[in-house]
T-cell receptor, first 115, second 114 residues
């Protein structure tokens, strides 16, 4: 079985300061990992994905994440927050070893950006 | 433009009524999914379909039904058996049903029971 834990339900940062959204996962096999962003009353947009290539993954809007197998983590970072980054962020795991597997979502982290 | 279209954006249902949420994709994806999102929570899988004329229950299928008669379409019916249907519903699709690739999401339908 696979699971995803987003360690913070809310994160608040000031505009221009770094962003760190934490995600830990458990998986029986070699996982694929994703970060999605959701703005209010909207669908989910893919930020970035890890699929067993480079462990440091760069995504859209200046976000990046590092896959650390030893720590079973996939934390999302951005050097400098922008007001438009305020949204809900979801860490998602997909287990390649399980035929018919679906994506498993974390509970989400709401990012607030203060001016 | 390729994408996933959900309609309507807002839907109101009276107690005891069935309602159907539409989901159409022109991405030529084999797999389609329905998720339910409640305030402050992650997404929970209702139903999924990996191929036309086949679908499987997800984690919270009770009170819902689906059909997959065409590759492009995966409508969700919320039946009167669903006791707490007020939620945000998201449809998604992916090129493969094994979950190795990312899912592409529609803009969602907000269902409210009145």
């Amino acid at each position: 079985a696979q699971s995803v834990t987003q360690l913070d339900s809310h994160v608040s940062v000031s505009e221009g300061t770094p962003v760190l959204l934490r995600c830990n996962y458990s998986s029986s096999y070699s996982p694929s990992l994703f970060w999605y962003v959701q703005h209010p009353n909207k669908g989910l947009q893919l930020l970035l994905k890890y699929t067993s290539a480079a462990t440091l993954v760069k995504g859209i809007n200046g976000f990046e994440a590092e896959f650390k197998k030893s720590e079973t983590s996939f934390h999302l970072t951005k050097p400098s927050a922008h007001m438009s980054d305020a949204a809900e962020y979801f860490c998602v795991v997909s287990d390649k070893g399980n035929a018919g597997n679906m994506l498993t979502f974390g509970g989400g982290t709401r990012l607030m950006v203060k001016p | 433009d390729g994408g996933i279209t959900q309609s309507p954006k807002y839907l109101f249902r009276k107690e005891g009524q069935n309602v159907t949420l539409s989901c159409e994709q022109n991405l030529n994806h084999d797999a389609m999914y329905w998720y339910r999102q409640d305030p402050g929570q992650g997404l929970r899988l209702i139903y999924y379909s990996q191929i036309v004329n086949d679908f499987q229950k997800g984690d919270i299928a009770e009170g819902y039904s689906v059909s997959r008669e065409k590759k492009e379409s995966f409508p969700l019916t919320v039946t009167s058996a669903q006791k707490n249907p007020t939620a945000f519903y998201l449809c998604a699709s992916s090129p493969e049903g094994l979950g190795n690739t990312e899912a592409f999401f529609g803009q969602g339908t907000r269902l409210t029971v009145v």
